[in-house]
């Protein structure tokens, strides 16, 4: 029964992203709407297990909607993962007369909701919250579109001094096992390529990419690459190689790293979670469980979390190939 | 037949928006990659009746991608809405050899070159460049995802201001006869209020509103108005009717003006310009015309022109649902 | 005797500008690691008269020297300039033993601080913060160098919509009764004329200047305008006196407005927030009274506030050759 | 005598800094002013020696204020270093009528200069371009300003990040032997503890100084480390050495690096340029050679070139006491 719940929690886990301050506000400004109350779960699991909430009302999400980072910490748990850990949880949750949670994070974060409501029956809703854009069921998570213009921002400063030496960039984006961050932000900088985990395009195509736009009167290259790249080369080595293999260049490294989960969200992203924000407490007070919150065609849905953290997202193949040809 | 063109031109018209040189870059290298010639035409209609036309090669953009404007420049132009003046950019285009079109533009262009096709049976493909997003048969035109930015970086700066003197805005954004930036600028700057041209909330509930505001102890209020509002009062107005009716606040007016129309364009805008310009140039050697591209669940459609023009972009009533429950 | 010291209030009066929560910061964090109480005093000389007090210790100003506004607020009170109004201000004082102030603000608020000095023998230093940069004793006041890039930065945008449009602009921006905002963001941001309040260049000269640089060929053409220039007329008075008497242009007008107050400060306006929180405290603490902290010559200076309050800052005339030449 | 100066050259050389194209415009422009001609010479000495030159008119540098790099190029050229090389420069510029240029570059380019107009009575000026702030005879150098806010605007990103999951981050940012980026930047950024090559803080005092902020319940800390900072550990180094020694923190490394030098140049740098662009163009015509243009107490100075690369800027030693009591 929806009339069940009296008492909704929220947390963010994980990696933290843009856009989950937001997330929490209207998460929290929903139950006010609704006349539920809400609690602020801090560092995610951890703060779960040791009791360390908060109640929050309308007023208290005021002038985060355009903050970085979550202010309600995360944290990764690992004690949450043994079943006594999550007892633990289950015990302090109960003890605060918290009925449900959002939870708001990646596939890590989902996966112990997940087993949380198998073992406690107790209502779950997960809200995407992660840059790498690699939950199956949205069309974005929050925090990609945010990260991508951090990225492109960054790459446009390196072109400009790129190009008053005409140089040779490696610049590594964040994306250990996914390349949408690469894809995206490679196609949007201009990039002359793209390596991404998902493919291995060689480095025989890399070297023959490069050699095409030097000739082809470039004044500068960048090449996108993924943290986790499948050439099987970080950007170092990847500077190494191809000043060994193509001494035409003057080659430079750089390593946007850990500024790409920060910054004011874009606009983007705050519609994302406030619309997120909403239907996440709708569903719990309809009584839904085991659901993650996603956008799909511009549409609010609601996707089975065991489907969100086992689908897989897959590169987009469309873009890949308007790289190929931006680049000519 | 696809193999009968061998010359695409290429032309921005109507107002300018952020994306329209990544669309421009997009549409050029794709001619390249293809071996179809391309012609840059100037200022649009008005520069196509004068012959004002500049061979593009695949260098001819480079460094465009992250520049707002369009280098081919943009202009309105009355005479070609005359046949006579159809005639005489018809002529220039044969003179020229150019084969087809590409308009990046909004409704009033694609018009134009609705007529134009239809008179001398030329082959056209539209891409939706403006900041409005009021087009039938795209979720997102281009500029729009900019604008959105750039209008709640403008208010977060004005949010500042506001809360250190407790004070009311009512912030003016672009949007004649559509809301759809004062509507997503406003839930992603967390305004109090949103009035908007598809709907008269009226000027009771914006008092009831803010009266509210007032009490719940915010520390400041923005509202965020189209320009082409339905309460029949611009911002200037707005503001003398709440210092009468509602002396409570000390308020203050900002218009944010053409600055939303440029700007380094987002990534998103970048990327899907991309993805547009490569649609569009392949459409047209595909035989096909009169046709808009578009993105739709994230998928790059094409939509009759025709259709995209009297189509009606409605006013995303979920998310106005969402803006109340945000202003709680 | 420094050492009767014991507790110092710390406000922010007038105007906003961003680098006062530095300011503030610095002042909370020199008192912390000098061992001296502090206290923040909320709204100004309002905040004073009613006691709204809050003891400051050095993490509670935690992550504000990046965020626009004053977490102290800011108000302007009408009734400290009144006798009795002050004696309600210094029994509030004394009542929480508060020894001395630091006033954050402009002119009008230094000449209270003066007054209270005088009536009531009380310690005072003040820190210049205004955008309008027209105090003098200081190169700088804080908030000026932010202010400028909030107005180069949206001027860039401007000028990519006049550039593809071929555009005429008029530009206001922040400045009654000096121009020091007009003259650097118009050079910096490129302008063909700037209009302030110092000197008159006459309209026949803007007419002038504007028939050559549209002779000259330039795509777009920038004239900004501080709120009180001595032309007499304001940009949309401009506007229509352009359109009469050079028929060339299409003119538009932008008034920047209130955002120029706000956002996050420079590095600048950090650093320079910072060394005056500090000395300003030092300052106090060192029996001094009566001075206005600045910087000269990239030196942490002390004027007299009656010097600072009733010398004038003049229009750098050598700049205004260079904006001249910059138009050729 | 002045007026046997007819043309001007112009160069960037050394490392690219933000500013270099507003004072590449503003030599331009005041040369059209003066009517003296112009050339440009790309790629710094190299271009020079290959006769790589343009003829610049006022036109020529339109839009180029507010862009990053450099659009004359810049490069390192060794063979200028002989006594040869300068003499294949130096007829380049016979031939093509040049009679003295304007260097905008570091120390490296400076030297380079002054050995030119030693062996060919060659009539020089300089302006200091570089982000590192180390030339002697001026405040402020070309691109340090931008550089600043470029730093501390990924600094907050990454503080965003480090609060919300109790971190502790190096930051890396430019400066080999010189201190200057930092130590501002590191005020600028509210950091727990700065790093430079001017002064070996050493070891235990940053563990003793984490240790305080970790005990004053501050939730991040950033270090802020120069490149060639003198505790003799890079930032990976110094992450392993306290998580060995003070494994409190999950350390976290962030390596700013290129995308320091590009970007829009702030208002700082525009108007610092175009006053320094007029000022060298001017010297050379008043028959005054060696020198470089600066500014100093806000009014624009020559200094001789000799003083310039032999002096040495030191750092702010008050600065860095700033940089310590807000560190409480």
């Known amino acids: 029964m929806a009339s069940a719940i009296k008492k909704i929690g929220v947390f963010t886990s994980g990696g933290d992203s843009p856009g989950m301050n937001a997330a929490i506000r209207a998460v929290v400004r929903t139950c006010a709407y609704l006349k539920v109350e809400c609690v602020g779960i801090y560092r995610g699991y951890e703060g779960m297990m040791e ?78 919250g992660t840059i790498d854009n690699d939950i199956f069921g949205t069309t ?46 490679g196609v949007g900088a201009g990039a002359e390529e793209i390596l991404i985990p998902e493919e291995n395009l060689g480095l025989e195509r890399l070297l023959e990419s490069l050699k095409r736009s030097k000739q082809s009167g470039k004044s500068s290259s960048i090449v996108v690459v993924a943290e986790g790249d499948k050439t099987g080369k970080n950007v170092f080595e990847l500077k190494e190689y191809v000043e060994e293999h193509l001494p035409i260049y003057d080659v430079r490294v750089s390593v946007l790293g850990h500024m790409q989960r920060g910054g004011a969200p874009s606009c983007f992203d705050r519609v994302l979670a406030s619309r ?53």
Do not use: W
């Open 140 to 185: 974005y998570t929050l925090g990609f579109d945010t990260a991508l213009n951090t990225a492109v921002e960054c790459i446009d400063k390196i072109r400009d001094t790129a190009s008053s030496h005409n140089r040779l960039f490696f610049v590594e984006v964040m994306g250990r096992d996914v390349g949408h961050i690469a894809l995206n932000a």
């Open 51 to 128: 009791g360390d909430f908060k109640v929050m009302d309308a007023r208290s999400v005021n002038n985060i909607i355009n903050k970085g980072g979550t202010i309600l910490k995360s944290a990764r748990c690992l004690p949450f993962r043994t079943k006594e850990g999550r007892q633990v949880a289950y015990d302090q949750l109960k003890k605060a007369g918290i009925d449900a949670f959002v939870v708001i994070g990646g596939d890590g974060s989902f996966t112990g909701a997940l087993t949380f409501n198998k073992e406690f029956d107790f209502p779950v809703i997960g809200i995407p």
């Open 276 to 328: 997120m924000g909403v239907k996440a407490v709708e569903a719990l007070l309809e009584g839904k469980t085991n659901l993650m919150v996603g956008i799909q065609d511009n549409t609010i849905t609601l996707t089975p979390i065991s489907k969100a953290i086992k689908g897989h997202t897959k590169i987009d193949k469309e873009l890949m190939r308007v790289s190929d040809i931006m680049t000519t």
